[in-house]
């Protein structure tokens, strides 16, 4: 079955760069159509879509956030990283890992980030 | 970017009842929309997708309806584990948006 799960740290401090995890089984990134997102949810907010790499590297990223965001892929670990620089606390918010390039079918529980000094 | 409106931000609905959600996209998003279910602590869920074809699982008692900029969802007779905060979203362009959200409170 399809699994996806996050991991980094719960807590940076502001102005740090912050590096997320997501760990993945059940489908590979090498498969035509595949894609791997990353949405972010602020405490009692909306969600938000951040980025998103496919199978072929293509890569997309939130028009707001763009200049922040990094994503990449190692295929061979089944893994996709997103790093995010200069973190204010206004970045504090529940991280999902999803797999979907138009909607998302699956998603990781989330990891909480708080971002504060 | 496509801005994506629900509405009401809040519906009290009793058990059994019917609830309708809207949700209007800032320009056109055909039939590219999305409907999530988030419980409290939880990821969201996938209920529809293509503006009305039901994911995986997903009971009838949900449908979705609408094209262009206008989408509905429906829960035809709410059960207690319905309650809970759903979302749109759009997939026509980039960045795919969401919506702000609906509650589904018990009344």
């Known amino acids: 079955q399809v699994t996806l799960r996050e991991s980094g740290p719960a807590l940076v401090k502001p102005t740090q760069t912050l590096t997320l995890t997501c760990t993945f089984s059940?489908?590979?990134?090498?498969?035509?159509?595949?894609?791997v997102s990353w949405i972010r949810q602020p405490p009692g907010k909306a969600l938000e879509w951040l980025a998103r790499?496919?199978?072929?590297?293509?890569?997309l990223y939130s028009t707001s956030l763009k200049t922040r965001l990094t994503i990449s892929k190692d295929t061979s670990k089944n893994q996709v990283v997103l790093t995010m620089t200069n973190m204010d606390p206004v970045d504090t918010a529940t991280y999902y890992c999803?797999?979907?390039?138009?909607?998302?079918?699956?998603w990781g529980q989330g990891t909480l980030v708080a971002v504060s000094s | 970017e496509i801005v994506m409106t629900q509405s009401p931000a809040t519906l009290s609905v009793s058990p059994g009842e019917r609830a309708t959600l809207s949700c209007r996209a800032s320009?056109?998003?055909?039939?590219?929309l999305a409907w999530y279910q988030q419980k409290p602590g939880q990821a969201p869920r996938l209920l529809i997708y293509?503006?009305?074809t039901r994911a995986t699982g997903i009971p009838a008692r949900f449908s979705g309806s609408g094209s262009g900029i206008e989408f509905t969802l429906a829960i035809s007779s709410l059960q207690s584990e319905d309650f809970a905060v759903y979302y749109c979203?759009?997939?026509?362009?980039?960045?795919?948006?969401f919506g702000q959200g609906t509650k589904v409170e018990i009344k």
């Open positions: 999803a797999r979907g390039r138009n909607y998302v079918d699956y």
């Open positions: 059940g489908f590979s990134l090498s498969t035509s159509e595949m894609c």
């Open positions: 790499i496919d199978w072929d590297d293509d890569k």
């Open positions: 320009q056109s998003v055909s039939s590219n």
């Open positions: 293509g503006a009305s």
């Open positions: 979203q759009q997939y026509n362009n980039w960045p795919r948006t």
